[in-house]
C-alpha cells in the first residue's frame, strides 16, 4: 500500500518533544501531571491523531475523555478539528462528537477519535479501544477506570494515558503514587517554574489572584493542597493517616463506636470505633441487609465492648431496633439532618460531626492509612446558610466528585455525635464493660 505523508502542522513544546511524546512511544500507560495552561489537551489530542493514522488494526477506535460531555466539547473539540483539518477525506460528526479518518482497507470504516464525559459511564460500557486519554482525571468517578475503562482497552491491547492538575488526594493522586513504583507506568510532574511556559510576569500576576491553596495546587501541581472550602484539609488528613499510636496510649479512654448502614445497593455499610486519640480499622458490610449488618454489628460490639455505639438513623432503624432487641445499650440513633448541640454554629448535627471529627485529627488524632477515607474526609466541602450557620454539601454531592458514597467518613464521623467521658473508677481499673455514658454526658 502506497504511504502518504501527512503534516499535521503541530509544534510541540519543548519537553512534549523531548520527553513526553517519546515516551509515549514506548510506554502503554502514563500519568502527566502538569500546572494549568502547560498545553496538555493539545498534547494529548495531537497524540491521539498521530496513533490513530499510524494504527493498522481494523476499525481502531480512540476516545478523549473529559469530566463532561459538555465540557470535552469546550475544551478539546475545535483542537482535533483543526488539526485534522488537512488530511483528506476526513470525517466531522458534529452531533455524536467524533472524526473519522479514510480508511486504510477498502470497506472498513477508519480509525475514529471520539469525545466523550466521564459523567455517563453507561455510554461507554461495551466499546472497545485501542486508546484512551482520560483529561482532568481528579475530577472522574473513582471507580470508573477499574469498572469500565480498563476492560475496554484489553482485547486489543489498547493504551491509557492519565493526565491533568492535582485536585487533593484523590484517584489521581493514589493512581500517579501507584503508577511511579510501576515500571509499566511513565510518570512525570512539571511544575510552572519548570516548564516556562508562561511569561514570569503572568505567573506572578496569577499568584496575585490565586490563594495559596490554589498556587500550590494549580500552579506547582501539590496534591497536598486543598481547596479552601473543604472541612477537612488534605494536609491533616495525610499527617492523621501516618500518626502512630498504639493501643496502650489510650487503653483508659472510652471505645466509641460509629455504624453507618449503607443507603442504596452499591453503598457499603461501615462500622468504626475509635478509642481515644485512634481510630481502628473499619469493618465494611457490601451487600447486607439490616439484619446482617446488625449480626456483624453486635460480633463487633461483645468484642470490643463500646461505651457507646451512634447509628446513622436514615437507614439504620432496623440494624438499631435489633440491636436493642438483643440487649445491647448505648445504642443511639442519630440523624444527620437533626438540631446540633452549637446549634448558633452548625445548621445540623451532620456538619457539628464533621467539624468535630477535624478539631480531633488536628489535636493529635490517629486514622488507618485508607484510602477511601482519605479521598471521603477531604472532599466534603462546606458554606454558610442564610442564617450564617456552617452546612455541608449535600452527600450527593460529594459522591459525584469521588465516584462513591462517602460511607467511611460518615461512619468515623458518628463517633463524635455526643460527648462520651470516663468514669474515674474507669480510669483506675481500665473496666468500662457496665459503664452506661448518657449518664455522663
Known amino acids: 500500500m502506497e504511504t502518504t505523508e501527512i503534516e499535521l502542522y503541530y509544534e510541540p513544546r519543548p519537553l512534549w518533544n523531548d520527553v513526553i511524546h517519546p515516551a509515549l512511544e514506548r510506554y502503554r500507560f502514563a500519568v502527566i501531571v502538569a500546572h494549568r495552561r502547560y498545553g496538555k489537551t493539545v498534547g494529548m489530542v495531537n497524540e491521539l491523531i498521530r496513533k490513530a493514522v499510524n494504527c493498522d488494526k481494523p476499525s481502531p477506535q480512540y476516545v478523549y475523555l473529559a469530566p463532561f460531555r459538555n465540557q470535552a ?74 469498572e469500565v475503562l480498563r476492560s475496554s482497552i484489553a482485547e486489543r491491547g489498547g493504551f491509557a494515558y492519565i493526565i491533568g492538575t492535582p485536585r487533593g488526594q484523590n484517584q489521581f493522586y493514589e493512581t500517579y503514587q501507584k503508577a511511579v513504583n510501576n515500571p509499566e507506568w511513565f510518570t512525570c510532574v512539571y511544575r510552572v517554574d519548570e516548564t516556562n511556559v508562561l511569561p514570569e510576569a503572568e505567573v506572578e500576576s496569577m499568584k496575585r489572584d490565586m490563594t495559596d491553596i490554589e498556587i500550590r495546587q494549580e ?47 452499591c453503598d457499603r455499610s461501615v462500622i468504626f470505633w475509635r478509642q481515644g486519640r485512634l481510630l481502628n480499622e473499619p469493618v465494611i458490610c457490601i451487600g447486607l441487609d439490616n439484619m446482617e449488618v446488625a449480626a456483624r454489628a453486635a460480633s463487633v460490639i461483645a468484642k470490643i465492648k463500646p461505651c457507646t455505639v451512634f447509628i446513622d438513623a436514615g437507614q439504620g432503624t432496623g440494624v438499631i431496633d435489633r440491636l436493642r432487641a438483643l440487649g445491647f ?28 471529627a477535624r478539631d480531633w485529627l488536628m489535636s493529635g488524632g490517629a486514622i488507618p492509612n485508607n484510602t477511601d477515607l482519605k479521598a471521603e474526609l477531604t472532599a466534603t466541602e462546606y458554606k454558610f446558610s442564610r442564617a450564617g450557620r456552617i452546612m455541608l454539601e449535600p452527600k450527593e454531592e460529594t459522591k459525584k466528585k469521588i465516584g462513591k458514597s462517602p460511607d467511611l467518613a460518615d461512619a468515623f464521623v458518628l463517633t463524635f455525635a455526643l460527648p462520651v467521658t470516663t468514669k474515674p473508677e474507669v480510669r483506675r481499673t481500665g473496666k468500662a464493660r457496665d459503664y452506661d455514658p448518657l449518664k455522663h454526658i
Open 73 to 146: 466539547k469546550r475544551i478539546a473539540w475545535n483542537y482535533l478539528k483543526h488539526y485534522t483539518a488537512q488530511i483528506p477525506q476526513m470525517k466531522v460528526n458534529e452531533s455524536e462528537l467524533y472524526v473519522e479518518f479514510p480508511s486504510q482497507v477498502k470497506d472498513r470504516v477508519g480509525a475514529r477519535i471520539y469525545l466523550m464525559g466521564a459523567d455517563n459511564p453507561n455510554a461507554l460500557r461495551g466499546m472497545y479501544f485501542d486508546g484512551i486519554v482520560l483529561d482532568e482525571y481528579a475530577q472522574h468517578p473513582a471507580n470508573l477506570w477499574g
Open 329 to 356: 445499650q448505648g445504642i443511639i440513633e442519630v440523624p444527620f439532618g437533626s438540631k446540633a448541640q452549637d446549634d448558633r454554629r452548625y445548621e445540623n448535627i451532620r456538619a457539628e460531626m464533621y467539624f468535630k
Open 219 to 265: 500552579l506547582y501541581c501539590d496534591f497536598t493542597a486543598s481547596s479552601g472550602n473543604v472541612v477537612i484539609p488534605i494536609d491533616v488528613v495525610t499527617e492523621a493517616a501516618h500518626r502512630k499510636i498504639i493501643g496502650s496510649d489510650v487503653r483508659y479512654e472510652p471505645i466509641v463506636m460509629g455504624v453507618d448502614v449503607a443507603r442504596y445497593g
